[in-house]
């Protein structure tokens, strides 16, 4: 029995487990539509192709494999192009399938044509232009290994309409297995840096794990917990690499950073062997990475071009760090003793939050305190960005669930479409999006998409009335000069949530929050919280 | 310092726009690229040479690594390879320079591959920076146009 091109396309999709796929139809992709009809996948109809990537990013993190969105071509696909973007700076596998006009009209700027594979070039890991139906099953084997092997990352698969509507001349047949001359992730650990870095672990009196988000996309959480208990090594961690241990965990020592912790920085600075895992050492997490090169540094990571590009000289080691940490679990290292730790703890002890909070409107960092201490212990938190970001990477208090955001690319609006997305997961999971009032009116399209769906969001929305991180950079930098951050006063957010069915509340002090936390958290259905902040409230 | 790289990749369509783009992105020049197929029409081969410290020629090679159309990486160093360039070359002259001109080619090797009334077209090809100094020595007569194939280079 012979198949189209789009039908070969559903079959690639059920071959590899997909049930649901995020998209925003066109003509350029309707073939494709049509195989989606006839198939048990269902669709997510978003409302702008951005949350498509978006919620696929949210879907892709919580289930640990690579989720799809599906654009139609020209404004559908370039509108993909933001999210792509931004999972590949976080390295989330996303297969992301865009229609294309017919192959022949191709280079001739017909209606909705766009250069998807060139304008896509930087921003995934690899790019498909698919011209034969032929094809369609190898590249969708390759495009699945390719986002979920070596470093993750978004696979583009663009694909003319004709090749969709086209036969396939041969039996479809799904491969078995990949073979790409030029892609060979799976790395083999060179015994002698392993050996090498066991010894100066077991040498070392004051080590410090620094880990990021790699540990997290490689599920390596438990192995290092173990590594970190059975050792006594502490730990400190990027903001991706927040939910390695519990907050509260007598071994972590908080987020690094110029938005972390001072006592996390103070323990670099005292750690003689840093171990760096699964983290790129970028600005935000260390801004003078020179400065760390006196002292020894080990760098594990599965992407070798990661290694010395921020940060050198290192000792390198790549490869897979659960099989590393793995390994290392059963190294000959010696038990750090209690003096370093206690050393750490001393540290944390006397830097404590002298803060004060604020009693005009809500204190954001209470905010966050009070909604962590009140979540279950999985429940998955899903920060936006700007100031509300930095407060919830501060604050939250992590226990055994997720913390997401978007931390390489800081992409406005990430949060409530990759709320939706890690929801449809685990629906059974408290889920909340934690969004500035500047984010909230570029992602609030996407409530229909909330409502349409039965998703059971928490939408905690703080309120300042300002684009409040830029607002804050213009005090410190340009004299308080204000420009082109204020909001005002629109829209009205209760009628907003009343215009999409959504039930509503409002908090505009710290004695309210409990009251209006529970409220927040408790009973079904999906919610807006508006907790209003002082805008003069910074995040220093 | 000067990276070479002898780069094996997928001779596909996109392919040489994703590996310059490649240098581009992370503001890498690129001083001299060469492309052509190989024994197999699958795959092409390309030398490319790029100027940097020791750090981004590091990264170029641990980039090219990175693409999935790029089959092999491998750095040349001049001490281990042989580089050559090719170039084809317009020169002016006049009755008083011409014998002196046709001369210093045949002692350098160059080929006159035309005489037009006013220039002669010379093909010569050498190491890079031989190549170089016979520009500079064509200087003195009147260079009209230069075509040159960028370095291509070979492991001994």
């Known amino acids: 029995m012979t198949v189209t091109g789009a039908e070969a396309m559903v079959k690639c999709l059920e071959a590899e487990g997909i049930n649901l796929v995020f998209g925003y139809p066109g003509v350029a992709i309707a073939p494709f539509y049509e195989g989606l009809y006839n198939s048990g996948i269902e669709h997510v109809l978003v409302r702008q192709e951005q949350n498509a990537g978006h919620a696929a990013s949210g879907y892709a993190r919580m289930s640990r494999k690579p989720a799809v969105c599906v654009v139609t071509s020209g404004p559908g696909a370039?509108?993909?192009?933001?999210?792509?973007?931004?999972?590949?700076?976080?390295?989330?596998?996303?297969?992301?399938?865009?229609?294309?006009?017919?192959?022949?009209?191709?280079?001739?700027?017909?209606?909705?044509?766009?250069?998807?594979?060139?304008?896509?070039?930087?921003?995934?890991?690899?790019?498909?232009?698919?011209?034969?139906?032929?094809?369609?099953?190898?590249?969708?084997?390759?495009?699945?290994?390719?986002?979920?092997?070596?470093?993750?990352?978004?696979?583009?698969?663009?694909?003319?309409?004709?090749?969709?509507?086209?036969?396939?001349?041969?039996?479809?047949?799904?491969?078995?297995?990949?073979?790409?001359?030029?892609?060979?992730?799976e790395i083999k650990i060179n015994p002698i840096q392993l050996k090498r870095v066991i010894n100066l672990l077991d040498q070392a009196e004051k080590p410090l794990i620094c880990a990021g988000g790699g540990v997290i996309l490689g599920n390596g959480e438990q192995v290092i917990r173990e590594f970190c208990e059975k050792f006594n090594?502490?730990?400190?961690?990027?903001?991706?690499?927040?939910?390695?241990?519990?907050?509260?965990?007598?071994?972590?020592?908080?987020?690094?950073?110029?938005?972390?912790?001072?006592?996390?920085?103070?323990?670099?600075?005292?750690?003689?062997?840093?171990?760096?895992?699964?983290?790129?050492?970028?600005?935000?997490?260390?801004?003078?990475?020179?400065?760390?090169?006196?002292?020894?540094?080990?760098?594990?990571?599965?992407?070798?071009?990661?290694?010395?590009?921020?940060?050198?000289?290192?000792?390198?080691?790549?490869?897979?760090?659960?099989?590393?940490?793995?390994?290392?679990?059963?190294?000959?290292?010696?038990?750090?003793?209690?003096?370093?730790?206690?050393?750490?703890?001393?540290?944390?002890?006397?830097?404590?939050?002298?803060?004060?909070?604020?009693?005009?409107?809500?204190?954001?960092?209470?905010?966050?305190?009070?909604?962590?201490?009140?979540?279950?212990?999985?429940?998955?938190?899903?920060?936006?960005?700007?100031?509300?970001?930095?407060?919830?990477?501060?604050?939250?208090?992590?226990?055994?669930?997720?913390?997401?955001?978007?931390?390489?690319?800081?992409?406005?609006?990430?949060?409530?479409?990759?709320?939706?997305g890690a929801k449809l997961v685990a629906p059974e999971k408290q889920t909340v999006a934690v969004i500035g009032d500047g984010a909230f009116q570029m992602a609030m399209n996407e409530l229909s998409t909330m409502r349409n769906n039965n998703v059971d969001l928490r939408i905690l929305l703080v309120r300042n009335r300002y684009l409040g991180l830029v607002r804050e950079y213009q005090h410190k930098n340009y004299d308080s000069h204000y420009e082109g951050v204020k909001l005002s006063d629109w829209p009205d957010y209760g009628k907003i949530a009343e215009a999409y069915g959504l039930t509503y509340n409002e908090c505009a002090s710290n004695d309210e929050l409990d009251e209006k936390l529970n409220w927040f958290l408790d009973g079904e259905g999906a919610r807006i919280l508006v907790c209003d902040v002082d805008s003069e409230n910074n995040v220093k | 310092m000067k990276g070479i790289f002898s780069v094996l990749v997928e001779n596909r369509d996109g392919v040489l726009s994703a590996v310059s783009g490649l240098f581009a992105r992370r503001g890498f020049n690129i001083d001299t690229l060469a492309v052509g197929e190989t024994d197999n029409h699958e795959i092409s081969s390309m030398t490319i040479t790029s100027t940097g410290d020791q750090r981004t020629i590091d990264q170029i090679e641990k980039q090219l690594n990175k693409n999935v159309d790029v089959i092999k990486v491998r750095r040349l160093s001049d001490a281990k390879s042989v580089c050559l360039e090719m170039m084809l070359i317009k020169v002016a002259y006049n009755l008083s320079n011409r014998t002196p001109l046709i001369e210093f080619c045949q002692v350098m090797g160059a080929k006159v591959m035309k005489v037009a009334p006013k220039y002669l077209l010379i093909e010569y090809h050498d190491e890079p920076e031989n190549v170089e100094d016979f520009i500079k020595a064509m200087k003195g007569y009147g260079i009209i146009e230069i075509q040159r194939t960028g370095t291509i280079a070979m492991e001994k």
């Open chain 1, 78 to 185: 370039t509108n993909l192009i933001t999210a792509l973007a931004t999972a590949y700076a976080d390295s989330i596998p996303l297969i992301a399938i865009s229609g294309q006009v017919s192959s022949k009209l191709l280079g001739r700027d017909v209606f909705q044509e766009a250069d998807m594979r060139g304008a896509t070039r930087s921003f995934v890991k690899h790019s498909y232009l698919v011209k034969d139906p032929d094809d369609i099953p190898r590249v969708f084997k390759e495009a699945f290994y390719i986002a979920s092997t070596g470093r993750k990352g978004p696979v583009l698969i663009d694909i003319p309409m004709d090749v969709q509507q086209a036969e396939l001349r041969k039996q479809f047949h799904y491969p078995e297995g990949v073979i790409i001359r030029g892609y060979k992730p």
């Open chain 1, 233 to 420: 090594i502490p730990l400190v961690h990027t903001m991706m690499g927040m939910g390695v241990l519990p907050k509260k965990h007598p071994l972590n020592f908080g987020m690094l950073g110029n938005n972390g912790k001072p006592y996390a920085n103070k323990a670099v600075g005292r750690a003689d062997l840093l171990l760096v895992v699964g983290a790129r050492i970028a600005d935000r997490a260390i801004p003078k990475p020179e400065k760390l090169t006196r002292r020894a540094i080990i760098h594990i990571d599965i992407d070798t071009a990661e290694i010395g590009k921020n940060v050198g000289p290192t000792i390198p080691l790549v490869g897979d760090l659960s099989e590393i940490f793995a390994m290392m679990l059963d190294g000959d290292i010696s038990r750090k003793e209690d003096s370093w730790i206690e050393e750490l703890e001393e540290i944390k002890t006397s830097t404590v939050d002298t803060r004060v909070f604020s009693d005009r409107l809500v204190d954001p960092n209470l905010m966050v305190q009070k909604l962590s201490e009140k979540l279950d212990d999985d429940a998955v938190y899903v920060a936006d960005v700007g100031q509300n970001q930095l407060w919830s990477a501060d604050n939250y208090i992590m226990k055994e669930g997720r913390f997401m955001t978007t931390g390489g690319m800081g992409t406005m609006g990430y949060s409530i479409p990759a709320a939706i």
